[in-house]
């Protein structure tokens, strides 16, 4: 018998790219509202309670005012919002986040997304913390370029249907500049980190994908790591991983020298290149004698950062193949 799903606002970007990643799966029922019944909040409740899962397509206040509604005790929750991405009984939905911890999804009733861009941050950053290669106090910055769908509807409409001539023009826009973004809180809570890295991202002319970057200062940690000290900590905790992926020493020495001109730009790392897919690939780039790193991540800001993310956790937590439905670049 398929498991019953029910996305709550599936007309919405993240919710669009999930009804599409679970359209040919015979092994769940995605079920939707009654569109003469969309704003029907008795239609709603009945649907939020009648489902083996609900995923929460919708803003903040949405979200909150959606798990009100379910009373239902074997309801299971899925938030891609922000509404619970620290909040006391959910469970953070980024699997490969520590040994066991797709466990403790699998066994979970709420599960809340990591955000696309702390994702990256995350997946850089946790497992050096751990390794006591960076330590909880440490200053740290992270910056970036998405593509502007990470921005919602309103986003994507001022760069694709806007007429000219519109601030859509832009060809690049930093955001977040009164330095509150909504993913920092995760960024600290998941992190171990005792504050607040210095966040600068930004959107760039294009649709999907994201590039993550966190410079380190080698020469100012303790212990002043190598750089071949990182990859090796990012190595050992995804070895096996199969949706997140550490370049090898090759990879990044292959990418260093694929230089276009003296300013040493490197053409394989595209934002857009793992996209559609529920890829993260991770880099170390640095320099022993400057003591200088950058831990650079590369993902799908709509794959592994919204909803190929909401799908590996929804197989977790219905004991289904991790992989179902979802694709490796």
Known sequence: MAHKIFI?????TTGLQIRQRLADRRDLEVVSIDPARRKDADARAELLNSVDVAILCLPDE?????????????VRVIDPSTAH?????????????????RVTIAAS?????????????IALVAPLVRAGLIPAE???????????????????????????PAPSADAFRPYGLTLAHKHLPEMVA????SHPPIFSPAVGRYAQGMIVEV??????????????????????????????TVATDLEVAGLSQARAGAAGYVRALDPEALNGA??????????????????????????????????QNLNLMLGLDEGAGLTVA
Request: charged fraction near 15%; hydrophobic fraction near 45%.
């Open 62 to 74: 949405g979200a909150r005012e959606a798990v009100a509604m379910i009373v239902n005790p074997d």
């Open 278 to 311: 529920n890829s993260l690939k991770l880099y170390v780039f640095g320099d022993d004698a400057k003591g200088q790193a950058r831990l650079v991540a590369v993902l799908d800001n709509l794959g592994k950062g919204a909803s190929g993310a909401a799908v």
């Open 138 to 164: 440490a200053a740290l910055s992270v910056h970036g370029v998405s593509g502007y769908s990470g921005g919602g509807k309103g986003l994507i409409a001022e760069f694709e249907d806007a007429p000219a």
């Open 190 to 193: 998941y992190t171990g980190l």
């Open 8 to 12: 709550d606002g599936e007309a919405g």
């Open 109 to 121: 009733k709420r599960v809340t997304n990591p955000g696309c861009w702390s994702t990256g941050f």
């Open 215 to 244: 410079p380190l200062a080698l020469w100012a940690l303790p212990g002043q790591p190598k750089v071949s000290d990182l990859t090796a900590a990012l190595s050992e905790a995804y070895a096996g991983e199969v949706f997140v």
């Open 85 to 101: 991405r620290t909040a006391a009984g959910w469970t953070f939905g980024f699997p490969e986040l520590s040994p066991g911890h």
